[in-house]
C-alpha cells in the first residue's frame, strides 16, 4: 500500500503560480511512475504530468511549458510547479502513484485525496 497526500492547492490570480506537493508514505523510488491528474467539474479526470523511476517526464499538451513535474527520492515526496496559470487550470489536482508487483508484474494505481486549485480572472 502507498498513501499519497497531497498539498500546496488554493486560490492564484491569473499568471500566478503553486507549487503542489505529494508525500508518500513509502519510498517512491521503487514506484514505477508517479503523476498528477486533474479533474475540473462535470470533465473527466485528466493526466496533467508523469514522471518515471528513471526520471522520463510527459505532459498535456495544455500545460507543457508552463508545469514543471520532479521528484525527491530523498524526501519521498512529488512536486508540481505550476506558472502562468490560467482559469482552465481550475480544478481539483490528484497525485497518482504506480506500483508494480514484483512477482505477477500486475500494476496498482494509488491515489491521493486531492487538492483544489483555483485561478481566477
Known amino acids: 500500500q502507498v498513501q499519497l497526500v497531497e498539498s500546496g492547492g488554493g486560490l492564484v490570480q491569473v499568471g500566478g503560480s503553486l507549487r503542489l506537493s505529494c508525500a508518500a508514505s513509502?519510498?517512491?523510488?521503487?514506484?514505477?511512475?508517479m503523476g498528477w491528474y486533474r479533474q475540473a467539474p462535470e470533465k473527466a479526470r485528466e493526466l496533467v504530468a508523469i514522471i518515471t523511476s528513471g526520471g522520463t517526464t510527459n505532459y498535456a499538451g495544455s500545460v507543457k511549458g508552463r508545469f514543471t513535474i520532479s521528484r525527491d527520492n530523498a524526501k519521498n515526496t512529488v512536486y508540481l510547479q505550476m506558472n502562468s496559470l490560467k482559469p482552465e487550470d481550475t480544478a481539483v489536482y490528484y497525485c497518482n502513484a504506480v506500483r508494480r508487483a514484483t512477482v505477477s508484474q500486475n500494476l496498482y494505481n494509488y491515489w491521493g485525496q486531492g487538492t483544489q486549485v483555483t485561478v481566477s480572472s
Open positions: 513509502s519510498s517512491i523510488s521503487s514506484l514505477n511512475s
